[in-house]
């Protein structure tokens, strides 16, 4: 399961609640967290405090993107829409539209936030990890470059780090991810697994070394056990070198917490591997009631997993294309395009696929080019 760049404005996110300051440290050994359960039960008490008031938003979006609790996102973004009367309701509801990757929107909300006065830097801030998170890192990393420099902290650092390595400069980024960690004071676990987790990412899909990303997976559940994204992906890797077993005790954990359709999706394909039809099936239909709910809440935040779906078992090709262009106009990242050059291809519309990777090759994005020398292409 390949994870979008939103993960840079996830870092803003966990700064509003989770504050790191600069100092020497070493990532070496594993720093002392607050055990999961306990820091999941003060997340929901804050959470209940909160209510509806200004804030809890932050809370509930960390809840999403840890615990796959869709529930707690639909809420977040109910209560930004509803509440848009000061530069902070702005800033909240352009955070919130940038968690289910309504970008644009996003982009709107820090227009009009600036123009009430809003603080620029964090409206810069906020306005580059979009630019990140829809394939414009280059034009991005300035800004970033300059708040690390003048802010320096796990949030500032573990952007620029993002930015890196979505512009390919994954020595700088890991370097950079390293210095977060460091310079991050806080027993609580989430912004350490959040942190791993991204850094594993990294080195796992972008620079093609699944041995040391799990190794940071497998830090990111050390704090925190519960991160259904992390097992997720950590149970692809283990299904990769064949250990099914493993991976499926993995992934019955994650789906016994939350109804997270890619872990649905994946145990019902490792369950049919395996030889259980019954649940296997049972797995991916539930795994297709599930995207069809989310899309129809989120189309954006969830195009690009429901694409990926329906290349896999959920065995509809013309779907999958229609998701990947949606997803695909919306940001025009690396990872879009050659989602949608493979939906063009299972959709029988080899043309389309040349096109796009011409467009992709213009652009300078870095993909798998695509025989295409008996069209013509414009």
């Known amino acids: 399961m390949k994870q979008s760049a939103r993960g840079i404005i996830f870092l ?23 055990a999961g359960t306990i820091a999941i039960a003060n ?21 999403s993107r840890f615990l796959g609790d869709y529930d707690a996102l639909d809420r977040a973004v109910s209560l930004a829409e509803r509440r848009v009367r000061t530069g902070g309701d702005l800033m909240r509801r352009a955070r919130t539209r940038s968690a289910v990757h309504r970008f644009s929107e996003a982009l709107d909300d820090l227009a009009a936030a600036e123009q009430v006065g809003v603080d ?6 906020l306005r580059a990890s979009i630019l990140v998170a829809t394939g414009h890192a280059e034009e991005a990393i300035p800004r970033l470059e300059a708040d690390a420099s003048a802010h320096p902290g796990f949030a500032s650092l573990g952007s620029l780090a993002t930015a890196y390595a979505a512009a390919g400069r994954i020595a700088d980024a890991d370097r950079l991810y390293a ?3 460091a310079d991050l004071h806080t027993t609580s676990p989430f912004p350490h697994a959040w942190l791993y987790f991204v850094r594993g990412m990294m080195w796992t899909e972008q620079a093609g070394d699944p041995v040391r990303g799990e190794a940071f997976y497998l830090q990111a559940l050390a704090h925190l056990p519960e991160f259904a994204t992390a097992s ?4 692809e890797l283990e299904a990769a070198r064949g250990d099914l077993p493993s991976a499926v005790t993995r992934l019955r954990r994650v789906v016994a917490a939350s109804s997270e359709p890619v872990a649905l999706a994946l145990l019902g394909e490792l369950r049919l591997r395996m030889g259980d039809r019954t649940n296997g099936l049972r ?9 069809a709910s989310l899309l129809a809440r989120h189309p954006l935040a969830f195009a690009d997993h429901a694409a990926e ?11 999958a294309w229609r998701l990947a262009r949606q997803n695909l106009a919306n940001r025009e990242t690396a990872r879009a395009f050659g989602l949608a050059i493979d939906a063009a291809r299972a959709a029988g519309r ?7 990777s011409a467009s992709a090759q213009a652009r300078s994005i870095d993909i798998e080019s695509s025989a295409c020398l008996h069209f013509v292409l414009p």
Not at 120 to 125: E, I, K, N, P, S
């Open 350 to 356: 080899d043309r389309d696929a040349c096109l796009l």
């Open 309 to 319: 779906f329906y290349l896999g078992p959920g065995a509809d090709a013309q779907r």
């Open 283 to 291: 797995d991916i239909a539930k795994a297709r009631r599930r995207y």
């Open 43 to 63: 997340l929901d008490h804050q959470i209940a405090q909160l209510r509806d008031d200004a804030g809890v938003e932050a809370l509930l979006l960390a809840r």
């Open 232 to 235: 997720i992906h950590l149970a």
């Open 120 to 125: 620029t830097d964090a409206v810069a801030a």
């Open 12 to 34: 803003g996110v966990l700064a509003l609640v989770y504050s790191g300051s600069v100092g020497a440290g070493s990532v070496s050994r594993l720093p002392l967290t607050t």
């Open 179 to 181: 210095a977060a960690l």
